[in-house]
T-cell receptor, first 115, second 114 residues
């Protein structure tokens, strides 16, 4: 039981390049999330997927797209990377909504540097 | 979602109890208090949550005041591995159709010393 896994661990991009961050969970969770964390800051929600087949914007969605590929996998795509997107990206999942289901479990993060 | 206020940093001696306070004076009746922590460079880790009653699990205890305007996370016997940033988060219980958003503030940086 690996929990939440993310690939890659590190990535360096040039401005304008595109890439996809992958996230998978093996806990049979319904909901999945993408956050970014800038140095010395708290986490900010980019996009989330409440259940398979649905996605919605969070606090800072501009410059990103997401795909809930199936129940296990939720990817984050940067179509044209910008230096302002240099950050650590965390994926998380939760069983769903309601008492006892809202706890989120986080992956180890992807460190992205955009030059 | 209610806003939270936490001290920027705290120190604790190894083996002693670490008591981390959180003020959430604008909390409403259906809002839960959640605690997460983030050890350097790792993903946040869930610790505990509660609504009205005090809660305890294998990691920590959560004490919520009667008026629910503040709470304290207690690590009963702090170890060096407990050195981390601790986030107190307050948010509403969701109805179906809502989304599960955690708003992370700056948190409290806890340093556990030998």
């Amino acid at each position: 039981n690996a929990g939440v896994t993310q690939t890659p661990k590190f990535q360096v991009l040039k401005t304008g390049q595109s890439m996809t961050l992958q996230c998978a969970q093996d806990m049979n969770h319904n909901s999945m999330y993408w956050y970014r964390q800038d140095p010395g800051m708290g986490l900010r929600l980019i996009y989330y997927s409440a259940s398979e087949g649905t996605t919605d914007k969070g606090e800072v969605p501009n410059g990103y797209n997401v795909s809930r590929l199936n129940k296990r996998e939720f990817s984050l795509r940067l179509e044209s990377a910008a230096p302002s997107q240099t950050s650590v990206y965390f994926c998380a999942s939760s069983e769903g909504y309601g008492q006892g289901k809202e706890t989120q479990y986080f992956g180890p993060g992807t460190r992205l540097l955009v030059l | 979602d209610a806003k939270t206020t936490q001290p920027t940093s705290m120190d604790c001696a190894e083996g002693r109890a670490a008591n981390l306070p959180c003020n959430h004076s604008t909390i409403s009746g259906n809002e839960y208090v959640y605690w997460y922590r983030q050890i350097h460079s790792q993903g946040p880790q869930y610790i505990i949550h509660g609504l009205k009653n005090n809660e305890t699990n294998e990691m920590a205890s959560l004490i919520i005041t009667e008026d629910r305007k503040s709470s304290t996370l207690i690590l009963p016997h702090a170890t060096l591995r407990d050195t981390a940033v601790y986030y107190c988060i307050v948010r509403a219980r969701l109805l179906s159709g809502g989304y599960n958003k955690l708003i992370f503030g700056a948190g409290t940086r806890l340093a556990v010393h030998p």
